[in-house]
């Protein structure tokens, strides 16, 4: 079983629509995480980092449940240029190393 | 500022050659770590620099893969003997310490061919 798991997708969606991802992690240890954010063959980069009690930034709210060792990151009004693959991230008990999920490919069409 | 730079940005080599990759962290940043991701795959921890400690090496999928960072600065990673499996982009990142809580930034990547 993978340390940090999510849907592969594609999850094809129209512009305007809200959209939700989930993942789920196996180590109960890990102390942070964040979601980042692929384009197609260009380098991941930090979207948001989760916190406990939930946070949001404009479109976009994480949630964090440490019950249940899930991790959850919703959009809302997709725009065209949301599509991209969404990464799911750990970090360890040390907090320097962190573990990757297989990402969630999203398409918003027009 | 400049951000994380890596080369070459394509690398093309026969099986059995070593090849040599370059990563420039960002300036301060006292963390480095090397990931490689396969086609369609989720990025594979490989190895972890922080200062002067000595690395985290265990990731590396084999003792054909050795990295070194210089002056706690400049990082190469070296494959010997290269495999066909060897074939993924293979990405740098910084972060200002060897903490999660510290965004890591991620160079643009090397693309590794093996034929």
């Known amino acids: 079983r993978k340390e940090v798991e999510q849907d592969p997708g594609p999850f094809n969606v129209p512009e305007g629509a809200t959209v939700a991802f989930n993942c789920t992690y196996s180590n109960s240890a890990s102390q942070s995480f964040f979601w980042y954010r692929q384009d197609c063959r260009k380098e991941p980069k930090l979207l948001m980092s989760?916190?406990?009690s939930g946070n949001e930034d404009g479109r976009f709210t994480a949630q964090l449940n440490r019950a249940s060792q899930y991790i959850s990151l919703l959009i809302r009004d997709s725009k065209l240029s949301d599509s991209a693959t969404y990464l799911c991230?750990?970090?360890?008990?040390?907090?320097?190393?962190?573990?990757f999920g297989g990402g969630t490919r999203l398409m918003v069409k027009p | 500022g400049a951000g994380v730079s890596q080369s070459p940005s394509n690398k093309v080599t026969e099986k059995g050659k070593d090849v040599e990759l370059r990563c420039d962290p960002i300036s301060g940043h006292t963390a480095l770590y090397w990931y490689r991701q396969s086609l369609g795959q989720g990025l594979e921890f490989l190895i972890y620099?922080?200062?002067?400690?000595?690395?985290?090496k265990s990731g590396l999928p084999s003792d054909r893969f050795s990295a070194e960072r210089t002056g706690g600065s400049v990082s190469t990673l070296t494959i010997q003997r290269t495999q066909q499996e060897d074939s993924a982009v293979y990405l740098c990142?910084?972060?200002?310490?060897?903490?999660?809580?510290?965004?890591?930034?991620f160079g643009p990547g090397t693309r590794l061919t093996v034929t």
């Open positions: 990142a910084s972060s200002l310490a060897g903490s999660g809580v510290y965004e890591q930034y």
């Open positions: 989760v916190y406990s």
């Open positions: 991230v750990s970090s360890n008990n040390a907090g320097n190393m962190l573990t």
């Open positions: 620099f922080q200062g002067n400690s000595a690395p985290d």
